[in-house]
């Protein structure tokens, strides 16, 4: 299987800057494309930013301009660099990885806190 570790959650203040990394071990080879969630108190999980194998991306329009992804294969690691960050950003944010195998779903990463102050 694959594990995904999170890292680099933390409190910033509004308009700050935050980046986070995931890592990928494990079965690495059965990952395509990888991810970012997040879940706010009372709200359901959105997708925040899509990076596929090839390198194209897709984002939030809630995100778009202030987040970037970005991916480095050869360490089976993704980042999400969060810029001009608002309160409304705070939430727990999930690393996930889709797979080649359908009988495995999605990999999820146990997810880290980011608590932007006004």
């Known amino acids: 299987q694959v594990q995904l570790v999170e890292a680099g959650g933390g409190l910033v203040q509004a308009g700050g800057s935050l980046r986070l990394s995931c890592a990928a071990s494990?079965?690495?080879?059965?990952?395509?494309?990888m991810g970012w969630f997040r879940q706010a108190p009372g709200k359901q999980r959105e997708l925040v930013a899509t990076?596929?194998?090839?390198?194209?991306?897709n984002y939030a329009d809630s995100v778009k301009g202030r987040f970037t992804i970005s991916r480095d294969n050869a360490k089976n690691t993704v980042f999400l660099q969060m810029n001009s960050l608002k309160p409304e950003d705070t939430a727990v944010y999930y690393c996930?990885?889709?797979?080649?195998?359908?009988?495995?779903?999605?990999?999820w990463g146990q997810g880290t806190q980011v608590t932007v102050s006004s």
């Open positions: 494990g079965s690495t080879f059965r990952i395509g494309s």
């Open positions: 990076i596929y194998s090839g390198g194209s991306t």
């Open positions: 996930s990885a889709s797979s080649y195998y359908s009988r495995d779903g999605r990999f």
